[in-house]
């Protein structure tokens, strides 16, 4: 800690300096705590197979030798290969349409003076908060011929209200002049879109790359309803099968040394890692943008 | 300077004819630019509204919406079998049991620890709490249920601890009945309490500093700064949030759900939406789900629409 720092706590009296204490210990064991979970998977993931077949209790480090078998057999795995690039084409069309949809629907709702303003924003919050439900949504995508298809996970997600308002709380904060400045130009609304709205909102953009990436990235229960063919799964269909439903035939098959319960934990904890990493490698990058997000977003104030 | 939309120049008011036009010449290009969007929301929202009609009838896909036959007691057949079946009272508790454990164990750690988080003043260890307390945020639900599977199992660590602690069971968790809402809150408070602090920091941060100077020279010391200064800062949105958490009482969402119940823990995991998915989608009892579906939305959408009131009569603030 430097010494502006201490020099500011110990301007206070004792109790202060004893609570501050306090306080950084709590938050250091807090941080233990959350970040424990995803260490352990981590170390699990490398340990030794036959070390991790005996109790191993509160691990701190990995069981030597250390190993990358599972990883071997989980990357080797022509399921897991397939689903991660089936999931990198659904998160890159899917935002393309994510990102566009938004941003026409939000420059409109920005819009407030157009007649048509009113009833279009009331349709598109009423649909926030009221759905048909499960059994009709199923139906709607049977029914548009979409089972089986990628694009049964990507356009019934085109748009997250949410997310098409938090876009609007930030267009709507560009000051007016520069709007009006491009109309009395002779711009189109497009044009304005495009040319005057977009460029200036890019910490905006990144957050929703985030918000609608993560929501891809993670989703399973739309593609456990609509994709029936394995090679179309995305990741975290495949991540369910082996993971929860425990169905992991297919990676037994593919361990020739006949150890294929002790492998099956470790299988577990490497595809964990491998799931989740890209993830938890791209947020801190995207960190500093999000306070801003949530806070437009959560309100119309 | 009248509106040129609505008004002539001298302020007369415009026909609905003039009207119209004129909104039409200035905003064409934005009304074509807002028909994708409208597409979508009619497609994917307002099509399966009108879907949840077969809530009313003994939908047969052979005949569609429209031709099935309509449902017995005037449409409300499914409705009453659900409340007269002995999964109602069940379901209706444990959605409420899961939602109020929620609320009263998880609503407050994002506001203490966002207090706790503001009283750093080291930029670099603020920064690095936030980082990790946000990160369980990001993992999929799929992969945090399958942690907390491997993690409650008989040789999971949570199991060795408890052990450690002088817990005598030996058993999976998760086949444990009253284990079901402490798991199921628990990791929800891990996986989300540092994402949801971020509202309440943004809270902190946009008190004015003047005010904590003012409190000073009159003499308040640190404590009664958090009294006095802090706490009522962030009142607003601990009232606004809480609020809207109330009008959400009655939906536990069924993707977590689904993940991690068992016939075991049946009795007590079991809420609303994991029946309607059970009973709709695995069973194809498509009418009866629905009905129980739409029952459910119904509810919530009165909730909400009864919160946001109530919001907005309290602090001046709301969803809409």
Redesign the interface.
């Known amino acids: 800690?430097?010494k502006a720092?201490s020099n500011?706590?110990m301007q206070?009296?004792p109790?202060?300096q004893l609570?501050?204490g306090f306080?950084?210990l709590?938050?250091t064991a807090?941080?233990l705590?959350?970040?424990y979970?995803?260490y352990?998977?981590l170390i699990a993931s490398f340990s030794d197979p036959a070390a991790m077949n005996a109790?191993?209790?509160?691990?701190m480090l990995p069981k030597f030798p250390l190993s990358i078998r599972a990883y071997k057999i989980v990357l080797n795995h022509p399921l897991v290969l397939v689903s991660y690039k089936n999931t990198i084409v659904i998160l890159v069309v899917g935002l393309l349409f994510n990102l566009s949809?938004s941003s026409?629907?939000a420059?409109?709702l920005t819009?407030n003076?157009?007649?048509?303003h009113k009833p279009?924003a009331m349709?598109?919050?009423f649909?926030m908060?009221?759905?048909?439900?499960?059994?009709?949504?199923?139906?709607?995508v049977r029914s548009?011929g979409l089972m089986d298809t990628t694009w049964s996970l990507i356009?019934?997600v085109?748009?997250s209200t949410y997310n098409m308002l938090v876009m609007r709380s930030a267009f709507a904060a560009i000051p007016d002049s520069l709007v009006e400045a491009a109309r009395l130009d002779g711009a189109?609304?497009?044009r304005i879109?495009t040319t005057v709205i977009l460029p200036l909102t890019g910490a905006m953009m990144a957050v929703m790359v985030l918000y609608y990436g993560?929501s891809h990235?993670?989703a399973?229960?739309n593609a456990s309803?609509f994709i029936q063919t394995p090679t179309k799964y995305p990741l975290?269909l495949v991540?369910?099968q082996v993971?929860?439903l425990g169905q992991n035939a297919e990676f037994e098959a593919s361990t020739d040394m006949g150890d294929a319960a002790q492998m099956s934990?470790l299988i577990?904890?490497s595809l964990?890692i491998v799931?989740?990493v890209p993830?938890?490698m791209l947020?801190?990058f995207l960190?500093r943008f999000?306070?801003k997000g949530?806070?437009v977003g959560?309100?119309?104030? | 300077m009248p509106?040129p939309?609505l008004n002539t120049p001298q302020g007369k008011p415009l026909s609905l004819g003039t009207?119209?036009t004129r909104?039409f010449k200035?905003?064409a290009?934005?009304?074509v630019?807002?028909l994708?969007?409208?597409a979508?929301?009619i497609?994917?929202?307002?099509?399966?509204?009108?879907?949840?009609l077969?809530a009313f009838k003994n939908f047969s896909?052979r005949l569609g919406i429209f031709r099935s036959s309509w449902a017995g007691s005037y449409g409300f057949e499914h409705f009453l079998n659900f409340f007269n079946s002995y999964y109602f009272w069940r379901l209706l508790r444990n959605t409420v049991t899961i939602s109020f454990a929620g609320l009263i164990f998880g609503f407050p750690v994002p506001i203490v620890?966002a207090l706790?988080?503001n009283?750093?003043?080291?930029a670099k260890?603020k920064k690095?709490?936030?980082?990790?307390?946000?990160?369980?945020h990001?993992?999929?639900?799929?992969?945090v249920?399958?942690?907390i599977?491997?993690?409650v199992s008989e040789?999971g660590?949570i199991v060795?601890?408890m052990q450690q602690l002088g817990y005598t069971g030996s058993q999976n968790l998760l086949n444990v009945q009253n284990a079901f809402v402490p798991i199921y809150i628990l990791s929800d408070v891990?996986q989300n309490a540092?994402w949801n602090s971020?509202?309440y920091?943004?809270a902190l941060?946009a008190i004015d500093l003047e005010l904590y100077e003012a409190a000073r020279i009159d003499g308040a010391?640190?404590?009664r700064q958090t009294v006095h200064v802090t706490l009522p800062g962030i009142t607003g949105t601990i009232i606004?949030l809480l609020i809207l958490r109330i009008g959400q009482v009655m939906s536990v969402g069924?993707?977590k759900i689904?993940?991690l119940y068992n016939d075991f823990i049946m009795e007590r995991a079991d809420v609303i939406?994991s029946y309607?998915?059970r009973r709709?989608?695995v069973n194809g009892d498509?009418s009866f789900?629905?009905a129980v579906?739409?029952f459910?939305?119904v509810i919530?959408?009165t909730l909400?629409?009864m919160a946001n009131r109530l919001s907005n009569k309290v602090t001046g603030?709301?969803?809409?």
Request: charged share 10%; proline share 4%.
């Open positions: 800690m430097g720092y500011k706590i206070h009296g109790w202060y609570f501050y306080n950084i709590f938050l807090v941080i705590v959350t970040a979970p995803i352990f998977v109790n191993y209790g509160l691990m949809l026409l629907g420059y409109f819009l003076k157009s007649m048509w279009i349709l598109i919050l649909s908060y009221f759905s048909g439900g499960l059994v009709p949504m199923y139906l709607n548009l356009l019934p085109a748009i189109s609304h497009f879109l993560v990235w993670n399973w229960f309803l975290q991540l369910r993971l929860i934990e577990k904890y964990i799931s989740t993830i938890l947020y801190p960190q999000f306070v949530v806070m959560a309100l119309k104030g | 509106n939309l009207r119209i909104d200035q905003y290009g934005a009304y630019m807002v994708p969007v409208l979508f929301f497609i994917f929202s307002y099509k399966p509204m009108l879907g949840a077969i896909p620890f706790m988080i009283e750093v003043k080291n260890f690095s709490v936030q980082t990790i307390s946000y990160m369980p990001f993992i999929s639900l799929v992969v249920c399958s942690m599977r491997l993690f040789d660590f060795y601890i891990w540092g971020i509202i920091l943004a941060s010391n640190r404590w606004l069924h993707e689904i993940l939406s309607v998915y709709g989608l498509w789900s629905t579906g739409l459910n939305s919530n959408f909400v629409i603030m709301g969803l809409w």
